[in-house]
Every structure is written in C-alpha cells, then in structure tokens.
C-alpha cells in the first residue's frame, strides 16, 4: 500500500486461552529482542535467536543462530520451523527494503509448513511522518517522509500481506524511541558520548514518542492471548516531551547522586532553537484493548528506575 493510503481493516480482536511457555523465535536479537528473550526464558519458553556475527552470538550468551539475511538460506534457520510465535526484529536495509521479505515464497511456504500461532513485527511511529504536532492514533494516514520510515512502511505491509491467508496472530508494534538500561540519556552523560547527528536532528523537535524497554515488553506479551491478524499499536509513553526536556532531567538526577560524572557537553545545547512540528502519538488503543498499564507511563520515571538500577548495583558490587 503507498503512503498517504488509508490502512487495510484488522480483524476484529477475539479474546483467547492464556498461553502457556511457548516457543519464539527472534528475528534480531538487538537490545528489544534480548531484552524479551531473557524473560521468556525466564518464565519457561525456548527462545531461539539471530544475530549477524560469531561475536555477537558469545555476547548475547544465549541459544543464537548466525544469520545474515541479506545472504543465508532461510532453509538453514530451523528454527522457524518449530516456533509457535515470531518475534521481528529486524531493520529494513536501504536499497533492499525488509530483507526477509524479500525470499516472499520461501519465508510463506516455511510459515505454513510450521507451527506458527504469532507473529509481531516491530515498527517505528517514523512512519505517520510529520504531523504538525497533532495528536495521531493508528487510523491516521501514514505519510512517512523519510526513506528509513517509508522501508518501514512497506516492511509492515510486507509482513501483513505474506501472513493473510495464514490461520495465526499477526500485530504490528509501532514504537516510540526506544530506552532503557544501558540505553539511555543517563548513559550518554555519563559516558560522556558526544550525541551522533541523526540524534542532533531530533534536538529541534517539540514532540518526541519514546518507550522504555520493559513496557515494549509488556505490550507484546499482551497481546499474547488475544486472536486477531492485521492488528497496529502504537507503543509509546504518556509524555512526548521534547529530548532537550529529557537531558535536563537526566542532568539533574546524575548532578544529585554522581556529580563526578555530571557534564555539560553530552546533552543537547539548552539554547537549541525548538520549533513546532512533528506529532503526539496516542496509545489509547494498547490501553483500551490490551490492557497495558505502563511501568513508565513518563522518562522521568524509566530514567529514575535505570539509576536506582545503578546504585543497587554499586551497593551489591561493594558488598562483594
């Protein structure tokens, strides 16, 4: 479907048994599919993964198959055959799009020939594009004017259509700047890391969508026990405040308990010019038919929860 196009209706949601331990696959095990794959495991399931080198799969110490979907065999990923649900995860590639998608009548036969119940595919609200700062839900026309979200997009559609004429789940999750532990404003200040350009562009925004990890989590184990295909949430937070307001706060929690570690240069220049633009992303609908209650329905929250992370840390470490 091109931009601009109103999206195709979902199946209505019908309510389902509880899940019991299950068997996900992670396409992606970046810092989303870790994140879900050490508390399934956690609670029973087997949770295979993918990652792209021999380094990252000893990094993430987990059941992890290289895979390069850009040049492996999907055959070669037995794991696809014996997940009950598929966990997406992985970013479109400029010039080359959703790179799964693109073996279409492999990746169909091998969902069909499976035991495949569930699949969501992780998104990004890029793909509303700018909406002058209204408030938009996930009946909005999408407009995405970037090349990434436009990929985006089309992965959604993609990953929509090849499941149509399955009997299983589909959901797309379309979330908001992701943070959390080790991924977040604290650790740039902390770590002194000069912000990259792509997040210097975001410093003129009044409104930004963000989530923390744990309520992507959340969002996705929800809808776990719910029948429905072709179904959109939005994944964000009660507050798109604007990263400048984000930094100072991160700045002010770091100056309370490490002053060593405070510093004016990590952030956003405070004197940045802000300007109207973008949009306000509603998640209403993950509330009202999922039944999400956010962990942290603000940053000030999620960034307070990762530094009392920090200091049970330090106290556990001086214990030792």
Known sequence: MAPGIAPKPAVP?????????????????GFVGRYVSERLLAQGWLVPGTCTSAAKKMELGMNASIFDATRSNLANLHAMQDATHLLISVPPIPGVGDPLLSSHADLQRTLTDGNLQWLCYLSSTGVYGDCGGAWVDED?????????????????EGWLDLVDD?????????????????RSALDTIAKRK????????????????????????????ASMGVRSARKIYNVVDDDPAPRAEVFAFA????????????????GPDSQDRIIAGEKRVSNARLKEELGVRLVHPSYRSGLQSILDSWLAESTTSSKM
């Open 13 to 29: 949601i019908t309510a389902a048994q509880p899940k019991k331990p299950g068997h996900m696959l992670v396409l992606g095990t």
């Open 140 to 156: 909005r026309v999408v407009n995405p004017n970037k090349e990434s979200s436009k990929l985006r997009y089309a992965a959604e």
């Open 166 to 182: 399955l009997d299983l789940s589909a959901f797309v999750r379309r979330l908001g700047g992701i943070y959390g532990p080790g």
């Open 194 to 221: 000069s912000l990259s350009r792509t997040q210097k562009l975001r410093e003129s925004k009044q409104y930004t969508a963000r989530i923390h990890v744990a309520d992507i989590y959340q969002a996705i184990l």
């Open 251 to 266: 700045q002010s929690l770091i100056e309370k308990r490490y002053p060593d570690l405070a510093t004016d240069s990590a």
